[in-house]
C-alpha cells in the first residue's frame, strides 16, 4: 500500500484540508463553549431543591446519556425541519454537539461540587458567607481542580463527536477524507491525512490536561 | 397526515425491531471480544516488557486520538486496497472490538496499577509464580476497580455502534435513516430510534451505577 502512497495527492488537497481543519477547529470552539454554558445551567437546575427543575434537568441529562450522537444529530437535522424550523446544517450540528457534550458536562460538574465535603459548605454557612460567596470562594475553586481533567477529556471526545457532522454534509475534517475518496478515489490518502489532523488536535489538548494537572495549583481541602 | 404517519411508522415497527437485533450483535459481538483482546492488553500494558508497554500505549493513544467514524472508513476503503475483502459487517465488527479493546486495556491497566505494591510483594514472598500471583491475588481485586468503569464503556461502546450506520450495516440508526426518507416526520422517527437504544442503554448506566456503591461498600468493608 505504501509504495502506492500518493503524498502529490494529498500536498495538492492541502488547502482543502487546512481549511476543513479550521472548521473543525471552530465548530467544536463553538460548541464546547456552548456545551460549558448548558452543562452548567443543567447542573445548577439538577441540585435545586425545587423537585420540577431538578427532574427536567434529569430527564434531559439521562436521555442524552442513554442516546448516540448519531440518532440524536439525525433527530434535530430530520425532526426540526419537520417543525417548520428550517436551519443552516452547521448551526443544527453546533446544536446538537452542544446538547450532547452539555449533558456530559453537567455530570462532570456535578461529580465535582459532590465530591466537597459538606462540613466545608456548613463551615462557610456558619461564618457567614452567603450563597455566592460560598460558590466563589469554597466550592468552586475545589470543584474546578477536580474537575479540570474529565473536562479536557470531554473536550477530547466533542472534536472527535464533530466528525459526525460530516454525515450531514458538513465541511470539516472527515468530509474532507470523504471528498478525496470518492473524487479520487483514494481513501488511504484520505483517511490517513484526516486522522493525522485529528491526532495533532489530541495531542495538544492530552498534553495540556497532563500540564494542567502539574501547573495548575488547586488548593486541596485538609 | 401526523397520524397517518404515525400508523405508516408502527407498521414498520418489525423493520425497527430488526435493526435493532443488528445493533445487538455488532455491540455484543464487539464487546465480547474486545474484552477479551482489552484483558490481556491490559496486563500486557503492565507487565515489565518496556518495547510492549510502549507499543500497546501509542495504538491505544492512535485509536483514542482519533474519531471512530474515520477508523471504520479506514477498515471498510483501506483494508480492501492491502487485499483484505470486508464486508460492511465484519468491517464494523472489526473496528469496534479495536476500538472496545483500547478503551478496556486502559480500564484494566489502571484497575491493576490500583492494586497496593505490597499485595505484590507479598505474593513474591510468599512464593507465588507470576501467573498465580495475577490469577489469586492481582485480578481479583483489581476487578473491583475495573468493573464499574468496565460496564460504563460498554453503554459508549453500544452507543458508538451506531456509526457503523455510516457504512450502510442496517442498524437502528440506519433504519431510522431509511425510514425518514419515507415517512418525512424525523422527530417520530428518531424519537422512535432513541427509545430502541434507551432500552439498551438506561438498564446498563443504572448496573454501572449500582457496582460503583457496591464496590465501593465492599472496599471499605475490607
Same mark, same amino acid.
Given at each position: 500500500m505504501l509504495e502506492t502512497f500518493n503524498f502529490r495527492v494529498i500536498l495538492e488537497y492541502m488547502p482543502l484540508y487546512m481549511q476543513c481543519f479550521a472548521a473543525t477547529l471552530w465548530l467544536s470552539a463553538v460548541s464546547l463553549i456552548g456545551a460549558l454554558s448548558v452543562g452548567i445551567i443543567a447542573c445548577a437546575m439538577r441540585l435545586s431543591a425545587f423537585r420540577v427543575v431538578s427532574s427536567i434537568s434529569g430527564v434531559y441529562i439521562e436521555s442524552i446519556r442513554s442516546t448516540p450522537l448519531l440518532a440524536q444529530l439525525y433527530f434535530f437535522y430530520f425532526g426540526l425541519p419537520s417543525l417548520g424550523i428550517m436551519l443552516p446544517e452547521w448551526v443544527t450540528g453546533v446544536f446538537a454537539l452542544t446538547l450532547n457534550s452539555g449533558a456530559y458536562y453537567a455530570e462532570i460538574v456535578r461529580s465535582g461540587i459532590q465530591a466537597i465535603p459538606n462540613g466545608q459548605i456548613e463551615a462557610g454557612i456558619a461564618s457567614g458567607l452567603n450563597y455566592f460567596q460560598r460558590m466563589r470562594y469554597i466550592i468552586l475553586p475545589q470543584a474546578l481542580g477536580m474537575t479540570i481533567r474529565p473536562m479536557l477529556g470531554q473536550a477530547i471526545v466533542l472534536v472527535k463527536d464533530s466528525s459526525l457532522l460530516s454525515l450531514i454534509s458538513i465541511m470539516e475534517l472527515t468530509r474532507a477524507g470523504q471528498l478525496l475518496t470518492s473524487d479520487r478515489f483514494m481513501p488511504a490518502e484520505g483517511f490517513l491525512t484526516t486522522a493525522a489532523f485529528y491526532l495533532i488536535i489530541y495531542y495538544m489538548l492530552k498534553g495540556f490536561s497532563s500540564w494542567s494537572e502539574k501547573r495548575l495549583i488547586f488548593r486541596e481541602a485538609h | 397526515?401526523?397520524?397517518?404517519?404515525?400508523?405508516?411508522?408502527?407498521?414498520?415497527?418489525?423493520?425497527?425491531?430488526?435493526?435493532?437485533?443488528?445493533?445487538?450483535?455488532?455491540?455484543?459481538?464487539?464487546?465480547?471480544?474486545?474484552?477479551?483482546?482489552?484483558?490481556?492488553?491490559?496486563?500486557?500494558?503492565?507487565?515489565?516488557?518496556?518495547?510492549?508497554?510502549?507499543?500497546?500505549?501509542?495504538?491505544?493513544?492512535?485509536?483514542?486520538?482519533?474519531?471512530?467514524? *474515520?477508523? *471504520?472508513?479506514?477498515?471498510?476503503?483501506?483494508?480492501?486496497?492491502?487485499?483484505?475483502?470486508?464486508?460492511?459487517?465484519?468491517?464494523? *465488527?472489526?473496528?469496534?472490538?479495536?476500538?472496545?479493546?483500547?478503551?478496556?486495556?486502559?480500564? *484494566?491497566?489502571?484497575?491493576?496499577?490500583?492494586?497496593?505494591?505490597?499485595?505484590?510483594e507479598a505474593a513474591t514472598a510468599s512464593g507465588l509464580s507470576a501467573y498465580q500471583q495475577l490469577r489469586y491475588i492481582i485480578l481479583p481485586q483489581a476487578l473491583r476497580t475495573i468493573l464499574p468503569p468496565l460496564v460504563g464503556q460498554y453503554v459508549l461502546l453500544v452507543k458508538d455502534s451506531s456509526v457503523v450506520s455510516a457504512i450502510g450495516v442496517v442498524d437502528v440508526t440506519r433504519v431510522g435513516w431509511l425510514t425518514v426518507q419515507r415517512i418525512p416526520e424525523g422527530i417520530m422517527v428518531f424519537g422512535l430510534v432513541g427509545i430502541l437504544y434507551f432500552v439498551i442503554c438506561y438498564p446498563l448506566i443504572n448496573l454501572s451505577n449500582t457496582l460503583e456503591r457496591r464496590m465501593t461498600v465492599a472496599a471499605t468493608k475490607l
Open positions: - | 397526515m401526523w397520524g397517518f404517519y404515525f400508523s405508516e411508522l408502527v407498521r414498520s415497527l418489525p423493520f425497527f425491531i430488526k435493526g435493532l437485533w443488528m445493533t445487538v450483535a455488532v455491540s455484543g459481538l464487539s464487546l465480547i471480544m474486545g474484552t477479551i483482546i482489552g484483558f490481556i492488553w491490559g496486563i500486557m500494558r503492565t507487565s515489565k516488557n518496556k518495547v510492549l508497554r510502549y507499543l500497546i500505549g501509542a495504538w491505544v493513544d492512535l485509536i483514542r486520538g482519533t474519531p471512530f467514524l *474515520v477508523q *471504520v472508513f479506514i477498515v471498510f476503503f483501506i483494508l480492501p486496497g492491502i487485499g483484505i475483502e470486508l464486508e460492511a459487517f465484519p468491517a464494523a *465488527v472489526i473496528a469496534l472490538t479495536n476500538l472496545a479493546a483500547c478503551f478496556i486495556c486502559e480500564i *484494566v491497566a489502571g484497575g491493576i496499577l490500583a492494586v497496593s505494591s505490597g499485595q505484590r
